[in-house]
């Protein structure tokens, strides 16, 4: 009996990405959350069953880039509502390179450690917890204030203990589309997309306003 490929459903990819992690990065972002946090950027994100493609495919996407990138990050949308999508690409990251492993999550740190310890093994730094639009947005890395930086491995730890809070974002072009990545500071993006409609474009975000950075 043949075994039933694993899927996942995949908003966006791309690389490279500096404003998701340190140095420059693979990005992947899971489709689907239903946490719903009030205030989400990435409300597109939202909805379940949409980008649905083998777990192989994304990989073989990934591995185009996995030999120059200096880490992988993972956000969303929520990963851990794919356990197993997120479980086999952290396993296969782990055992191409040794760039880090930060990973994005709107769920509790106690949920995570509770539920997932296994994945959590596979991860150098993770950000928890969900965005909540009055907590504020001063900290690197983090969408708003409440949010937790996990520093999980000795790699984690070198190279997010001290963050520069620099705020760059990832501007990517696609067609008539901007394509925004990274954590802009409050008011950014309504500034960015008033401009950017003056000259006929449209801007999409998956920052992560909400689940981190
Ligand atoms: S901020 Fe993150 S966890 Fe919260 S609803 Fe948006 S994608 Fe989901």
Not at 43 to 50: A, R
Not at 200 to 209: C, H, I, K, R, V
């Amino acid at each position: 009996m043949t075994a039933t490929p694993m899927l996942v459903n995949l908003s966006r990819l791309h690389f490279p990405v500096s404003s998701l992690g340190y140095g420059q990065r693979v990005a992947v972002w899971f489709q689907g959350c239903s946490l719903q946090c009030p205030g989400c950027v990435s409300q597109d994100t939202w909805e379940h069953g949409l980008g649905t493609m083998p777990l192989e495919g994304l990989v073989e996407q990934i591995a185009r880039w996995s030999d120059t990138a200096d880490g992988l990050t993972v956000s969303g949308g929520e990963p851990f509502e794919q356990p197993g999508a997120l479980r086999e690409l952290l396993l296969w990251w782990r055992q191409q390179q040794g760039g880090d492993v930060l990973v994005f999550s709107g769920l509790s740190w106690e949920l995570l450690q509770s539920t997932y310890p296994d994945i959590l093994a596979l991860i150098d730094v993770l950000v928890s917890d969900p965005f909540e639009a009055g907590a504020g947005q001063t900290l690197p890395l983090r969408g708003s204030d409440n949010q937790r930086l996990h520093c999980l491995t000795p790699l984690g730890q070198e190279r997010y203990r001290q963050i520069p809070d620099e705020r760059v974002l990832d501007v990517c072009l696609d067609g008539d589309k901007v394509w925004l990545a990274g954590i802009p500071r409050p008011g950014d993006l309504a500034k960015l997309r008033s401009q950017l409609q003056g000259l006929g474009l449209e801007l999409s975000t998956s920052d992560q306003a909400g689940c981190m950075p």
